[in-house]
């Protein structure tokens, strides 16, 4: 019996993906543990792994294709001792257990549909790649509008809306030009020749209303403004397009406000020179560790929301989320674009463990290798931009966390003291509050606890 | 000194354009209204609202008539013909009022008198016979940003068929007899004849309808077009299809009236009246439109679907500028018009939602596509009828026929056309004319609640009928 090799989710909210290499081919041998493909979401690269043995029958996804649903049959496998070439020919049909009746071949939008773990919805002997098979974070949707809420649903003719369903095209995508923006049939007519039509939502939404909302201007009305040739046009990949979209949803969703305070660094500089300077050296003569003021900024951070517990919150429209831990989020630089993998627990971690898992994140961050599970979620996050010499700035905020401090260069500064100016270094962070989750004095205390811990690092070790 | 300059100067105050002038007012530009004979135009006057005074008087003297149907009884049942006339001028005398205290209302300026384009947003008034309402702006040059025509229509006349006003009639003559004729023919079987053959029919008169086409009211739907037929010869009026009046002689009080039968004979009819109601042409000529350059089509001015025409500044809107020549379809068109002028993004007009009304008994309605028109257009369809026998509030109100039939679009369930005969049916097509507006298909017809006892039900029996769930057949 030919083993058909599935769209691998993984995460929980994975809808598609794009196969981004094959590293066998038709004819190849693979046994249990054989990296046989990479997968490309929006923010991570992932290997697919066999799971049985046999040999790579046909593959029926050619790499570099985009937008995989996920549970797609990609290849099939003919075990052992079975015909290579009766399996090429009978695979790829799969039966309805196989293939949920929601992954479509032609890379249509999807209706909305319930988030499940990838465990739940994969075959439990299908190679899913176990590696990327999520843990029980499942359901953890950090968009969880599935049910619009008000404001947000989409006004619509059944007419059009039937349409649309019939041409595929995602209502979101689609602009209204009937009262109040009401979607009528001819402007599906208009979309389905390609007018009007809107960039589609990020994989990873999964909602018609989880989208960047409706734009202030049409891509039509952008490129009138400018002449022909005067531009590259560069198309999104998946992970700018979910930058756009979550940032997006997040500045229209949270009211958000802003707290700025200056940090003196005397002590943490002269402590993170004394406790650099006694780091041992490992094999390769390289010292064990190398505390850069990032990791006390993150170290503060996670201690700040322990000692502020009600600011280290997640609104959901049921409940406020009270975290128990501090999982901090720390926003790294790539080539194009941006990602936030997530110290666990840094409350509890020692600075040198945190530096440490830092640069092995960012590391992994840069080749595109983290799992999902390593950047989903968290309850706060740190975005430093002190190494371009920005004196402040605000950050917006990455749902579902309420909070993110934007952390600005480190710098001598004349200040006053006892009535003297001084040269000080001093450094600025803005902390941006989800209003919804953490009022004003509650954001005060939260910045000021931070503010208090960075002023006197020796307070972190107790 | 009075004001010359407008932005909006509307010419002709139908139905069409005295609406335009209002929304023009409502939207903040400086409005007139150019007039030369009556306030509210054909429609108040002579058309629409006078009609259908009279065949008000006529279906009352129906139900006088049939009172024992109802076990009632009416000893000496007549009319006085002047009294009904008077009533039906009565009528139309209130809404001239009702126009002229709307435009004063609205601040906007009436110019009696007849206009001529002169190009370059200029016009000339001249003074008309007419009596100028109170405070009305007289003969003079004056000026416009934007000049919108809504000069209408006027009967068509046929060679051998020109209308005399005494012997042949046109809708003019025909609403306000010198004296009841006791045999009418009437040419022509849209709204117009139809309507006339209906009245004078009711008040005694033997009525024959000629018609060219094979179908009376042909821009109906056949099916419910033959219906109306059947009713109409039972009530006695002779109906000729696909025939045609070659000849009209005159006597002194007497038309003699050769017909080809279309079937290779020819009658002769000896008639006290003759009808012309063969269709209406805009009035699109001595105004200064030629000069212009305005561009015109049969009879009519070319406009794109917000009223604009080829030269700029000048539109058009209602009759003048196409069919189907309603006062509905006027008042809409000028609506877009003035908004696309203030840059509101209006939708087009969309000539499939306008329905039409004739109030003939049975009455006819319809919105939308044909089936023989949706067939044409090549759409797969699904129809749907219900006869009103099936209607207990038809039943009750003695009216038990008539019939609603539907057509639905296999594919998407859009409603395409819906098309009635039957008492009341006139005001019952508005709930399909919403359903197409807000493009509803069959799905959120079956969750619509109708209201039990009414004919309105026989609406749903259709929209089920065509799915094949109807319920009380």
Redesign the interface.
Known sequence: MPINILMPALSPTMEKGNLAKWLKKEGDKVKSGDVIAEIETDKATMEVEAVDEGTIAKILVPEGTQDVPVNNVIAVLAGDGEDVKAAASGGGAPSKAEKPAEAKTDGKPEAPKKPEPAVASAPASKPTASASAPNARGGEDPFPLKQPVSGSRIFSSPLARRLAKEAGIELARISGSGPHGRIVARDVADAKAGKGLKAPAAAASGGTVAGTGAPAMSDQQILALYEEGAYESIPHDSMRRTIAQRLTAATNSMPTFYLTVDCDLGKLNAAREEINAAAGKNADGKPVYKLSVNDFVIKAMALALQKIPEANVSWTEAAMLRHKHSDIGVAVALPFGLITPIIRQAELKSLSAISNEMKDLAARAKGKKLKPQEYQGGTSSVSNLGMYGIKDFTAVINPPQSSILAVGTGEDRAVVRNGQIVVASMMSVTLSCDHRAIDGALGAELITAFKKLIENPVMMVV | MADTSFDVVVIGSGPGGYVTAIRAAQLGFKTAIVEKAYLGGICNNWGCIPTKALLRSAEIYHYMQHAKDYGLSAENVSFDPKAVIARSRGVVKRLNGGVEFLMKKNKISIIWGEATLDGGGKFTVKASQAEAPKGALGPGSYQARHIIVATGARPRVLPGLEPDKKLVWTYFEAMNPDKMPKSLLVVGSGAIGIEFASFYKTMGAEVTVVEVLPQILPVEDAEIAGFARKQFEKQGIKIMSGAKVTKLDKKADSVTATIDDGKGGTQSLTVDRVISAVGVVGNIEGFGLEKLGVKTERGCIVIDGYGKTNVAGIYAIGDVAGPPMLAHKAEHEGIICVEAIKGM?P?PMDKLLIPGCTYCHPQVASVGLTEAKAKEAGKDIRVGRFPFVGNGKAIAQGEDQGMVKVVFDK????LLGAHMVGAEVTELIQGFVVAMN????E??LFHTIFPHPTISETMKEAVLDAYGRVLNM
């Open positions: 993004h939708h594919k998407t369930g859009q807000l493009e509803t298909t799905e959120e």
